[in-house]
């Protein structure tokens, strides 16, 4: 087992900046993801009422929004559930996210406003591989966002 590091960019542009006549409601897409694999679809679906339940923002009706896992070649787990959500808080705030921080870890709804990180797999190997692309820091944790 080996762990990876993904480099991920969003684009988030609310759909009311948009001409009246622009074709799309609301869009939200992820890509350089696995097809087919319900781990990273039900991630992704988590992402959105996540940002839902935070910000009361739908961000696939409300905004165009386009999360994409450069470089990659086909991602397919949970673990990266806290990286989208990081991304598209980073992007609703304003506030840039750390460049030289890696993350993983997996997102729940939790009873009431709570928003939980869970425990994943193979994190000693995310780490080494991390340290060799020469982050200085982990964000692993399996608490509330």
Known sequence: MTGS????????VDKSELPRNYPFKGYYKVTGVAKGQSLIADSIAKVRSII??????????????????AQSY???GPSTGVT?????????EGK???????VTGEIKLGVGDTI???????VYE??????AWGFKK????????
């Open 52 to 69: 839902l339940q935070k910000y009361g923002i739908d961000i696939a009706q409300d905004y165009l929004t386009h999360i994409d896992f």
């Open 74 to 76: 086909g991602v397919d």
């Open 96 to 102: 840039p996210v750390r460049q030289d921080v890696a």
């Open 84 to 92: 989208m959500a990081i991304l598209l808080c980073s992007l609703i």
């Open 116 to 122: 939980q990180v869970t425990a994943v797999g193979e």
């Open 126 to 131: 995310k780490i080494k591989a991390a340290e």
């Open 138 to 145: 982990s964000g692993y944790s399996h608490e509330k966002l």
């Open 5 to 12: 590091v993904l480099c991920v960019k969003a684009h988030m």
